[in-house]
């Protein structure tokens, strides 16, 4: 069932990110009276296809290859290798007829587009939703085995600086931007005292090796709902009570509460926790249960299944501010604009060998195995990795590199300033050569996905 989840939402992403990608080169080229011919989600080598359909002018389809996708202009040397056009006389809807800047806003048009479409999701969301604000009040949870871990960070520590900068909330702390500053700090508050904490240089490609971020605010184990005849209600286990232990190990997050169960199924555990009468009107903070809570030893035998049948109360102090339509747009704009700096700094930092290229870069095994975690989470988290990962599209294509935009971009931008028409043969070489780069690093990014799993 996970590798269906992962095929069907990394299918949904590509399609997605892909449809939005060529449509910015087709609207554009139709802006300006190029005839397209194709337009396909997915290459149809060897006239490989699961369906096509010619509508006008152009031909639609899914191509059997999902590296992408291509809209085949007329007199455009591109991803289909066709050369029959250059045995023709020029024609006025062909790409190469066209003025330069012309040329250069259909070659951008598929970049524009990713960048919008991550901004439309920014937008969408802040508006609905509003801007998230965690008060940095929630102590921290640390995984085991992450790089705040290794930092020294541990769970229960507050955070209240991130590089010498005061933080109100958890999303100032973690901004993507600091991971991308040239060093990063945090100052953080244990049992009352001031403790500063450098990350590693390479803290971006431990965080992809891990898959997660590794830090967040604790979710305290308070109690929501006692399903009835099950192991928590037979055993007297009340909604409202909070968890603090179990077989005396002190427990202070949801997830870990979660973990010790699952690992205990059918056989009897002790729960100590803790409980206050309800009072109408007064809504109980888990430290108020901490310092005032009656403490109850239960013990309890999980289902075969590892569960107890008890749910999670929501209880961390999060709020979301919201925005006026301009505010919105002013927000998601600017997200899309950090995060877009923040993959080119990642991308710095991989060709200068700051990061490491093998835990930094995914193809589509771990793409797809992030887009079915996403997924997971719900439809907000799924729409924000696809936002990011229609950002990191745009990038990798306005890369200097034959057979990418920004390749086609620069020949294109050259035959402006030298006045000429570079000779046909060697842009047919550049694109060949282009293209076997392109399919060389896609399998071993493969190969890397493979021995990564």
Known sequence: MDFLSSTFFFIIAIFILVTAHE?????????FGMRVDKFYIGFDFYN????????????????????????????????????????????PWEFRAKPVWQRLIVLAGGVTMNLI???VIFIGITLVLGEPRTSVNNPAFVE?????EVMGMKTGDQLILANGKSVASWEEALDPELFNAKSLNFTILRNGSRITLDAPSNIMSRINDNQSLGIRPTVPPVIDEVLPKQPAKLAGIKSGGLITSIDGKPVSDWIEVVGIISAHAAKPITITWQYLEPVPGHKITAAELRAQGKTFVTTVVPSNAGKIGISLKQVLATERRKLSVGGAMLSGIGQTWKMSAMTVQGFVKIFTGQEDFRKSVGGPIKIAKIASQSAEQGPVSFLYFL??????????????????????????ALEGVIRREIPFEIKMRIQQVGMALLLALFAYILINDIFNL
Not at 144 to 148: A, D, E, W
């Open 23 to 31: 449509l910015g080169h087709f609207l554009t080229a139709k802006l």
């Open 117 to 119: 479409l991550a901004s």
């Open 387 to 412: 936002a990011m990962l229609s950002i990191s599209l745009a990038i990798i294509n306005i890369l200097p590199v034959p057979a990418l935009d920004g390749g086609q971009f620069m020949l294109n």
């Open 144 to 148: 085991k085995g992450s790089v705040f």
């Open 48 to 91: 490989l296809r699961f369906w096509k359909k010619k509508i006008g002018e152009t031909e639609y389809g899914l191509g059997v290859f999902p590296l992408g996708g291509y809209v085949k202009i007329a007199g455009m040397v591109d991803e289909s290798l066709d050369t029959n056009f250059q045995a023709s006389e020029l024609q």
